[in-house]
């Protein structure tokens, strides 16, 4: 809302605002741009200063304690996120984009909101029979250090030995030197994203990991993006954000621990 108000305050009769959200790789990017009063070269690189916006004489004249800025930047990144503006000069309007991270995992807690009954609620005393996955050696793939971190404290509260890559060329390098028994990976990575990594992964010899079965979680949810992804060589497309109870399901399933066949890669 500070992003827009603004952009409509520095923007005379005329003029163009426009309001945009694109996805990124694993992130969203809200896009605020204008073609108003611009801002000048040398206020760019501090123009989320507190205070700093009563310093220009074209910002002086409307109304506000400078502190606006500031605290966009200050909420942005407390939800693990970013923001940056640029502008091609005074008088030729400006652009502020929000980086966020999308959500990995659904919150196991309601907090007394209304959740509409699911199949893992009625799961019961049996899940705890398919989150045993004691000494599992998983592989985790994600360029956000944030959805790995979390990942990797899940599945080790549940015993798995996990490991982790932030590209798809550091998890191809752990594949030539000690192959997981299972491999969780993002899609929307840059360089080499997550199809790339998986048909390599099932190009290599059955000693070489070329077998182990693998599970896409991804925020490309479209059921085309689900085709893809078995196309490619994953077993399973998971779509964030996933319940951790279905994860740890899936999970259990791919490595045998829930007494079923522990499926080969798909064709």
Same mark, same amino acid.
């Not at 798809?168 to 192959?179: G, K, Q, T």
């Given at each position: 809302?500070?992003?827009?108000?603004?952009?409509? &305050?520095?923007?005379?009769?005329?003029?163009?605002? $426009?309001?945009?959200? @694109?996805?990124?790789?694993? %992130?969203?990017?809200?896009?605020?741009? #204008?073609?108003?009063?611009?801002? @000048?070269? !040398?206020?760019?690189?501090?123009?989320?200063?507190?205070?700093?916006?009563?310093?220009? =004489?074209?910002?002086? *004249?409307?109304?506000?304690?400078?502190?606006?800025? *500031?605290?966009?930047?200050?909420?942005?990144?407390?939800?693990?996120?970013?923001?940056? +503006?640029?502008?091609?000069?005074?008088? &030729?309007? =400006?652009?502020?984009?929000?980086?966020?991270?999308?959500?990995?995992? %659904?919150?196991?807690?309601?907090?007394?909101?209304?959740?509409?009954?699911?199949? =893992?609620? $009625?799961?019961?005393?049996?899940?705890? $029979?398919? $989150?045993?996955?004691?000494?599992?050696?998983?592989?985790?793939?994600?360029? !956000? /250090?944030?959805?790995?971190?979390?990942?990797?404290?899940?599945?080790?509260?549940?015993?798995?030995?996990?490991?982790?890559?932030?590209?798809?060329?550091? +998890?191809? #390098?752990?594949?030539? +030197?000690? /192959?997981?028994?299972?491999?969780?990976?993002?899609?929307?990575? /840059?360089?080499?994203?997550?199809?790339?990594?998986?048909?390599?992964?099932?190009?290599?010899?059955?000693?070489?990991?070329?077998?182990?079965?693998?599970?896409?979680?991804?925020?490309? *949810?479209?059921?085309?993006?689900?085709?893809? *992804?078995?196309? +490619?060589?994953?077993?399973?497309?998971?779509? &964030?954000?996933?319940?951790?109870? !279905?994860?740890?399901?899936?999970?259990?399933?791919?490595?045998?621990?829930?007494?079923?066949?522990?499926?080969? /890669?798909?064709?």
């Amino acid at each position: 809302w500070e992003l827009l108000r603004n952009a409509v &305050k520095f923007t005379p009769g005329g003029g163009r605002v $426009q309001v945009s959200l @694109e996805r990124v790789n694993s %992130h969203l990017e809200i896009i605020v741009s #204008d073609s108003g009063q611009g801002i @000048e070269p !040398e206020l760019l690189p501090h123009i989320f200063d507190r205070f700093r916006e009563t310093e220009t =004489s074209g910002i002086r *004249a409307h109304s506000g304690n400078g502190l606006g800025l *500031a605290i966009v930047k200050s909420l942005v990144e407390l939800h693990g996120g970013g923001v940056r +503006a640029k502008s091609p000069g005074t008088g &030729k309007g =400006s652009t502020f984009t929000v980086v966020l991270p999308l959500i990995l995992l %659904h919150a196991n807690g309601t907090n007394g909101e209304r959740v509409h009954p699911s199949s =893992s609620s $009625q799961l019961g005393g049996d899940i705890d $029979q398919v $989150q045993n996955l004691n000494n599992v050696d998983i592989l985790v793939v994600d360029d !956000e /250090p944030d959805a790995r971190d979390l990942l990797q404290r899940l599945l080790e509260d549940h015993g798995a030995k996990v490991r982790t890559a932030g590209s798809a060329r550091e +998890a191809l #390098d752990v594949f030539s +030197a000690a /192959p997981p028994d299972l491999l969780i990976s993002d899609i929307g990575m /840059p360089v080499m994203d997550g199809y790339a990594l998986i048909r390599d992964v099932r190009r290599r010899s059955r000693d070489e990991g070329g077998e182990i079965p693998a599970i896409a979680l991804t925020a490309f *949810a479209r059921s085309e993006d689900r085709m893809r *992804a078995m196309i +490619a060589g994953y077993n399973l497309h998971l779509a &964030k954000p996933i319940e951790p109870t !279905e994860l740890m399901v899936a999970v259990a399933s791919l490595s045998g621990r829930t007494g079923r066949p522990r499926p080969g /890669p798909s064709a």
